[in-house]
């Protein structure tokens, strides 16, 4: 598995708009129509299409926000979906694992990351507890829960999957 992030451009929408969730899952995620929509109507979203090889497997999408979150901000890992097709594979790890590598990168300045889940969505909370991150005791816009993973002393190598 090498996995690669690519910008989502007009070029691959399609490709990311036939990414599905498992059954049972739909009420997880946001569809990627409305991610994308979200994205649009607000550039500090940075949605990515997730490829193995030429094959897509996933979308993800985070940004940073600051006026809503004085006064340091806020960074949000506020999206990650891995295609129905591909789930059960370890492509969900991997993604999480070059994400939270991905931000550190972007935005070296942040010491924490901002996610939020339904508590129904148990793998999903196994994962992001598997990466370090816990439960606040706040609920985002939505009303889902928030979890935070602290990067003080992150270990860049901790969680290396395709390096």
């Not at 897509?56 to 999206?79: N, S």
């Not at 492509?91 to 935005?107: F, I, N, P, T, V």
């Not at 148990?122 to 829960?145: C, M, N, P, V």
Request: aromatic residues 14%; negative net charge.
């Amino acid at each position: 598995m090498k996995l690669h992030y690519e910008a989502v451009t007009d070029a691959l929408r399609q490709d990311v708009l036939a990414l599905r969730t498992a059954k049972g899952q739909e009420g997880y995620i946001e569809p990627v129509s409305q991610c994308l929509e979200e994205a649009c109507d607000d550039c500090r979203w940075r949605p990515v299409a997730i490829y193995d090889k030429d094959n897509i497997v996933g979308f993800a999408m985070y940004g940073y926000f600051l006026p809503e979150y004085p006064p340091d901000g806020r960074l949000w890992l506020d999206r990650l979906l891995i295609d129905a097709r591909c789930q059960g594979k370890g492509y969900g790890k991997a993604a999480m694992s070059d994400l939270l590598h991905r931000l550190y990168r972007e935005y070296p300045d942040r010491d924490k990351i901002y996610l939020s889940v339904i508590r129904e969505n148990k793998a999903a909370i196994s994962l992001y507890e598997q990466f370090g991150f816990a439960f606040s005791d706040e609920r985002d816009t939505k009303g889902e829960y928030v979890m935070v993973k602290e990067l003080v002393n992150f270990n860049y190598g901790k969680y290396c999957t395709n390096r």
